[in-house]
C-alpha cells in the first residue's frame, strides 16, 4: 500500500509537471524543443494518411453497402467477432418477385416467359454483386481498417509518449535554467553588511544548496535527454513505415480495381444476353398477342415500324428455278432484296450487335446506317444498309433519325 501511494505521488507530480510546462507554452512562458524538419514531414504524412484512408474506407463502406442500418448492423457483428449474416442482394430480391409473378401470370404467357428470363438475370446479377462485395471487402477494406485499428493505433501511441518525453525534457530545462540563475545570484551578491560569522556560514550554505540543485537538474535532464531520443527514434522508425503502407494500399487498390471491372463486366455480359433474348422473343410474343386478340392484327405492332415506310406489297409468285423468290419461300435473304426507291431512313447504333449468322448485319455503337421495313417482316426487325454490306438489324438497338 505503501509504494502504490508513493508511487501514486510520484505520477501526480509528474502530470503536474507536464501540465505546467503544456500551459506555459501555450502562453509563449516557456521553450519548447522542437523536431527536426524531416520528422515534421514525417507526422503530417503520417496524419494525411490516416485521415484519407479513413474518409476512402467509410465511402467504399457506402459504395459496397449503401444502406446505414446494415453497416451498422455489421460493423456491431464484427466488434462482437460474430459472423455476419448472410443478406439477399436487391438485385436476388427483384428475381424472387419477378419469378414468383410470373408463375401467377403464367409461365407460358410472353409476360410471364418475360419476367422468367428478366428474372435470372437479375439473379445473375444479385450474385456477381454478392461475390464482387466479398472480393472487395477482403482485398481493399480489411488491409484499411488493420491499418487504422492496428498500424495507426501503435503510432499514436508513440507520438503520445514522445510528447510526454519532451514536455519531461523542456521542464528539466526550465528547472535547470532557474537553478543556474539562483546559484549564480547567490555567488555574486553575497551578505556582506552583517559581520557576524553566522551570515557567511549561511551565504556559503545557500549556495552550496544551489549547486546541488544544478547537479541535479542536469542529471535529470541527462536522463531525459536519453529517453527522448530513445522514443524520437522508435517514432521516427513508425513513421517511416508509412511507405511501406503505401506499398500495401496501392497493391489492395490494384486488387480492388480487377474486382470491381470484373464485376462490370459480368454485368455487362449478363444484360447482352439478355438484351439478344428479348430481341428473339420479342417476334414470338408480337404473333401470340396477334392469334390471341384478332383487333391487335389491324393494328400497327410497333411505333418503329409504322413510321417507317414499307415497300409496296410483292405479288406471290410460284418459284423459278434460278429466280430467287424469297417472299414466296418465307426465307428473307438481304441480299436479294433491293431498297425501296423512296422511304429509307438513316438510323445511329446505339449498341454493339453482333450478328447471328448471314442474314443478320454486325454493328458498332454510334455508326449510322440505312434502315428500311419490308413486307412480311418481323415488325421488330428491320434491313440495314452500310456500304456494300446488307442484313437484318433489331430495331431495340436503334435510334431512328428523321
Same mark, same amino acid.
Given at each position: 500500500?505503501?509504494?502504490? $501511494?508513493?508511487?501514486?505521488?510520484?505520477?501526480?507530480?509528474?502530470?503536474?509537471?507536464? %501540465?505546467?510546462?503544456?500551459?506555459?507554452?501555450?502562453?509563449?512562458?516557456?521553450?519548447?524543443?522542437?523536431?527536426?524538419?524531416?520528422?515534421?514531414?514525417?507526422?503530417?504524412?503520417?496524419?494525411?494518411?490516416?485521415?484519407?484512408?479513413?474518409? @476512402?474506407?467509410?465511402?467504399?463502406? =457506402?459504395?459496397?453497402?449503401?444502406?446505414?442500418?446494415?453497416?451498422?448492423?455489421?460493423?456491431?457483428?464484427?466488434?462482437?467477432?460474430?459472423?455476419?449474416?448472410?443478406?439477399?442482394?436487391?438485385?436476388?430480391?427483384?428475381?424472387?418477385?419477378?419469378?414468383?409473378?410470373?408463375?401467377?401470370?403464367?409461365?407460358?404467357?410472353?409476360?410471364?416467359?418475360?419476367? @422468367?428470363? =428478366?428474372?435470372?438475370?437479375?439473379?445473375?446479377?444479385?450474385?456477381?454483386?454478392?461475390?464482387?462485395?466479398?472480393?472487395?471487402?477482403?482485398?481493399?477494406?480489411? *488491409?484499411?481498417?488493420?491499418?487504422?485499428?492496428?498500424?495507426?493505433?501503435?503510432?499514436?501511441?508513440?507520438?503520445? @509518449?514522445?510528447?510526454?518525453?519532451?514536455?519531461?525534457?523542456?521542464?528539466?530545462?526550465?528547472?535547470?535554467?532557474?537553478?543556474?540563475?539562483?546559484?549564480?545570484?547567490?555567488?555574486? =551578491?553575497?551578505?556582506?553588511?552583517?559581520?557576524?560569522?553566522?551570515?557567511?556560514?549561511?551565504?556559503?550554505?545557500?549556495? %552550496?544548496?544551489?549547486?546541488?540543485?544544478?547537479?541535479? %537538474?542536469?542529471?535529470?535532464?541527462?536522463?531525459?535527454?536519453?529517453?527522448?531520443?530513445?522514443?524520437?527514434?522508435?517514432?521516427?522508425?513508425?513513421?517511416?513505415?508509412?511507405?511501406?503502407?503505401?506499398?500495401?494500399?496501392?497493391?489492395?487498390?490494384?486488387?480492388?480495381?480487377?474486382?470491381?471491372?470484373?464485376?462490370?463486366?459480368?454485368?455487362?455480359?449478363?444484360?447482352?444476353?439478355?438484351?439478344?433474348?428479348?430481341?428473339?422473343?420479342?417476334?414470338?410474343?408480337?404473333?401470340?398477342?396477334?392469334?390471341?386478340?384478332?383487333?391487335?392484327?389491324?393494328? *400497327?405492332?410497333?411505333?418503329? %415500324?409504322?413510321?417507317?415506310?414499307?415497300?409496296?406489297? @410483292? *405479288?406471290?409468285? *410460284?418459284?423459278?428455278?434460278?429466280?430467287?423468290?424469297?417472299?414466296?419461300?418465307?426465307?428473307?435473304?438481304?441480299?436479294?432484296?433491293?431498297?425501296?426507291?423512296?422511304?429509307?431512313?438513316?438510323?445511329? $447504333?446505339?449498341?454493339?450487335?453482333?450478328?447471328?449468322?448471314?442474314?443478320?448485319?454486325?454493328?458498332?455503337?454510334?455508326?449510322?446506317?440505312?434502315?428500311?421495313?419490308?413486307?412480311?417482316?418481323?415488325?421488330?426487325?428491320?434491313?440495314?444498309?452500310?456500304?456494300?454490306?446488307?442484313?437484318?438489324?433489331?430495331?431495340?438497338?436503334?435510334?431512328?433519325?428523321?
Amino acid at each position: 500500500m505503501e509504494f502504490n $501511494v508513493k508511487k501514486l505521488a510520484s505520477d501526480a507530480g509528474v502530470f503536474f509537471s507536464r %501540465a505546467m510546462q503544456f500551459t506555459e507554452e501555450k502562453l509563449g512562458q516557456a521553450e519548447k524543443t522542437e523536431l527536426d524538419a524531416h520528422f515534421e514531414n514525417l507526422l503530417a504524412r503520417a496524419d494525411c494518411t490516416k485521415n484519407w484512408t479513413e474518409k @476512402i474506407l467509410r465511402q467504399t463502406e =457506402v459504395l459496397l453497402q449503401p444502406n446505414p442500418s446494415a453497416r451498422v448492423e455489421e460493423f456491431l457483428y464484427e466488434k462482437l467477432d460474430r459472423k455476419v449474416p448472410s443478406r439477399v442482394t436487391n438485385g436476388e430480391l427483384l428475381a424472387q418477385y419477378m419469378t414468383e409473378a410470373a408463375n401467377d401470370f403464367g409461365p407460358g404467357t410472353p409476360y410471364g416467359k418475360t419476367l @422468367i428470363k =428478366v428474372g435470372e438475370t437479375q439473379r445473375r446479377l444479385g450474385a456477381a454483386e454478392r461475390e464482387f462485395i466479398r472480393s472487395a471487402s477482403i482485398s481493399f477494406l480489411t *488491409p484499411l481498417r488493420n491499418f487504422l485499428e492496428g498500424d495507426w493505433r501503435t503510432i499514436s501511441k508513440e507520438r503520445r @509518449i514522445l510528447q510526454n518525453r519532451r514536455l519531461d525534457l523542456d521542464a528539466c530545462k526550465a528547472r535547470l535554467k532557474k537553478a543556474k540563475a539562483a546559484e549564480a545570484k547567490a555567488a555574486a =551578491v553575497p551578505d556582506f553588511q552583517e559581520t557576524r560569522p553566522r551570515n557567511y556560514v549561511l551565504s556559503a550554505s545557500a549556495s %552550496a544548496l544551489w549547486s546541488d540543485e544544478v547537479e541535479k %537538474a542536469e542529471h535529470e535532464l541527462r536522463l531525459t535527454q536519453t529517453e527522448f531520443d530513445r522514443q524520437a527514434e522508435v517514432t521516427r522508425l513508425l513513421l517511416e513505415g508509412i511507405s511501406s503502407t503505401h506499398v500495401n494500399h496501392l497493391r489492395c487498390l490494384h486488387e480492388f480495381v480487377e474486382s470491381q471491372t470484373n464485376y462490370y463486366a459480368q454485368c455487362y455480359q449478363f444484360m447482352l444476353d439478355l438484351q439478344k433474348q428479348l430481341g428473339r422473343f420479342s417476334g414470338t410474343f408480337v404473333g401470340n398477342a396477334e392469334s390471341a386478340s384478332p383487333a391487335a392484327a389491324t393494328s *400497327p405492332p410497333t411505333v418503329a %415500324a409504322a413510321t417507317l415506310p414499307a415497300v409496296p406489297t @410483292i *405479288p406471290v409468285v *410460284p418459284t423459278i428455278v434460278g429466280v430467287p423468290n424469297t417472299v414466296a419461300e418465307g426465307v428473307l435473304n438481304p441480299n436479294e432484296v433491293k431498297p425501296p426507291a423512296s422511304g429509307t431512313r438513316r438510323a445511329r $447504333v446505339l449498341y454493339d450487335y453482333e450478328a447471328a449468322d448471314s442474314t443478320e448485319l454486325a454493328l458498332l455503337a454510334d455508326e449510322m446506317i440505312t434502315v428500311y421495313s419490308l413486307p412480311g417482316m418481323d415488325p421488330d426487325w428491320l434491313i440495314g444498309e452500310r456500304g456494300n454490306q446488307k442484313g437484318k438489324v433489331p430495331v431495340t438497338y436503334l435510334e431512328l433519325l428523321s
